[in-house]
C-alpha cells in the first residue's frame, strides 16, 4: 500500500483490500466521466493523507469493476462506503456542500 494515498481496488482483490482489512476503509465507488466523482477525488486523497495509518481509502471504478459495485449496491455514485471488520458501518452518496467536513464527522465516528 501507498502511504498516504488511495489504493485502487479491483473485482480480484476487493475482499482482501478491503473486507480482511484490520483497519477501517473508506471505499470510493466512482468513474471517469462522473463530474462530482472529480470533484469530490482531491478531498478523497486528503484523507488518505491525514488518516494514514490509521484509515485505508481505496477506490473503485465502477465501470471496471462492476461486480464490486454490483455487491455493494452501488446505485448512484459517487457513493463512499466506511468499512469495518468486512461489514459496511456507514455511507454517503453524491457530494454535498460541506462535503469534505460532512466526511470528515463520518470517519471519525468510526475511528
Known sequence: MQEGKSVEVTDADFEQQVLQSQIP????????WCGPCRMSGPVIEKMAEQYEGKLKVCKVNVDEHRDS??????????????Y???QVVDQMIGVTPNFEADL???????M
Open 25 to 32: 476503509v473508506l471505499v470510493d465507488f466512482w468513474a471517469e
Open 69 to 82: 459495485a454490483m455487491k455493494a449496491g452501488v446505485t448512484s455514485i459517487p457513493m463512499l462506503n466506511i
Open 84 to 86: 469495518k471488520d468486512g
Open 104 to 110: 470528515k464527522k463520518k470517519i471519525d465516528l468510526h
